[in-house]
């Protein structure tokens, strides 16, 4: 084999790789295999497709969508002709307390809820469930939420005479298209008693492995409100497997005729549609534990905390106060600057020194002194204003001060006169004192 061969199977070898990385890795990523429950979501767990078909379940109802809460959007007809339905369609709920009463008022007035959840609130069935059943020793039996059991597949059939058929409705959790183990939930028998009021069994599954042992998943039971005995009541159906009503499910001919016979208990009035209230499983079962041991937490049932917590716009509202108390508080932990003090301006006081030693000798008539500091002040001004040197008071230092200052030369000579006959005398006359202070101020004036 030569090598120009050996060159031509290797490159074609590299170029299958590539391919099969591309297009056979792309088979998986095409799609999001995660329980998204989204309305919109055209992946295998969305429910854009049973969404769809609410939409067109009867041509006279309406689909309309809870955006934000029940209270709002969730209305009560009082003088309509048919039921209306709510539909909820996801891993779980989350209801705060005023949630719950709507719900609860819209289903007395004689509407129906249909609920396909992996876990219920608790608050919620704190009233569905409020007459508890018994065992077989007599005692209660409180709710505990949905059971769990885990497998690959299993056959959905229904209980009722009026939906009992032959057919199978066997359901498998496909992930990635392939068979995956998966956690189906359903409803323990012991809730189900002989009560008026109480749940009735419309379908259950089986585990292929062991057909005589039936969960049930599907019940409903009658809600009427026992503070308003008059209200007509309606009825709240409860689905443990949401995952029944996703696209992937709907695509079979078998998955649309089950939820086809599921929603066939709906009446024809309009339905609601809730995405709003959605949350995760594992965060609903956390909260209902929470609620459900609340009974015994005397102490956090009378605090007004537990109202705020239980409101999930309050709730949110109180995090937030205390996320903004803990960066206040890291931000004011860190060591403050000392506070700078206020730098006045430097004053210079030496010629206030000099005014105060003039006026001291004058007041001791002490004229050639006061003279010699006026002498000093009136040099001193001469270098600071015009930046001229004062050790050389000739004639070109004179003529040169006249034109900076514009006071003329006869001037600074009468100054510089009387200063040296002062130097040279003992004692200042009056007089003497007078002539030199007139020919300094005829210079600061001009010099303004």
Not at 77 to 85: M, P, S
């Amino acid at each position: 084999m030569n090598r120009s061969v050996v060159i031509a199977l290797f490159s074609t070898a590299i170029l299958l790789i590539v391919l099969f990385a591309i297009f056979g890795s792309g088979s998986s990523k095409k799609f999001d295999w995660r329980e998204s429950y989204k309305k919109k979501s055209v992946q295998p767990y969305g429910t854009h497709v049973i969404r769809k078909m609410l939409e067109g379940y009867n041509p006279n109802q309406k689909l309309k969508e809870i955006t934000k809460n029940l209270p709002t959007d969730l209305t009560i007809k009082t003088d309509a002709e048919v039921a209306d339905n709510y539909v909820f369609i996801g891993e779980a709920m989350y209801l705060d307390t005023a949630d719950v009463e709507r719900l609860l008022e819209f289903v007395s007035q004689g509407n129906n809820a249909f609920i396909s959840s992996k876990s219920i609130p608790h608050d919620l069935m704190f009233h569905l469930y409020y007459y508890e059943c018994m065992d077989f020793d007599g005692l209660d039996v409180p709710w505990n939420d949905y059971f769990v059991i885990q497998d690959t597949m299993i056959t959905m059939e229904f209980h009722h005479p009026d939906l009992k058929d032959s057919l199978e409705y066997d359901y498998k959790y496909i992930y990635k298209n392939q068979t995956k183990s998966y956690r189906w939930h359903y409803i323990d028998s012991s809730y189900f008693c002989d009560m008026e009021y109480g749940l009735t069994e419309l379908g259950a599954y089986s585990f292929p492995s062991a057909t005589n042992q039936e969960y049930a998943n599907f019940a409903m039971m009658r809600y009427v409100n026992p503070d308003d005995p008059t209200a007509p009541g309606g009825m709240v159906y409860l689905h443990t497997n949401p995952i029944a009503f996703t696209n992937f499910q709907m695509v079979d001919e078998i998955g649309k005729k089950y939820v086809d016979k599921v929603f066939s208990h709906l009446s024809e009035g309009d339905i609601y549609w809730d995405a709003y209230s959605q949350i995760k499983e594992n965060i609903s079962r956390r909260r209902n534990s929470i609620r459900q041991n609340a009974a015994e937490l005397t102490l956090s049932n009378e605090t007004p905390l537990k109202y705020v917590l239980e409101n999930k716009h309050l709730s949110w509202a109180w995090y937030t106060l205390l996320g903004m108390m803990v960066f206040y508080l890291m931000f004011r932990s860190k060591r403050k600057q000392r506070i700078i003090p206020v730098e006045h301006e430097n004053t210079n006081t030496s010629l206030e020194f000099i005014s105060t030693i003039g006026a001291l000798y004058f007041n001791k008539q002490n004229h050639k002194k006061l003279c010699q500091q006026k002498m000093k002040i009136f040099l001193s001004f001469i270098r600071n204003k015009y930046g001229i040197s004062t050790k050389k008071r000739d004639k070109q230092f004179i003529e040169q001060l006249s034109k900076r200052t514009g006071v003329p030369t006869s001037t600074f000579n009468d100054i510089f006169k009387y200063y040296d006959n002062i130097n040279g005398s003992s004692v200042v006359s009056d007089e003497t004192l007078k002539g030199f202070h007139k020919a300094m101020e005829e210079v600061y004036e001009q010099c303004k």
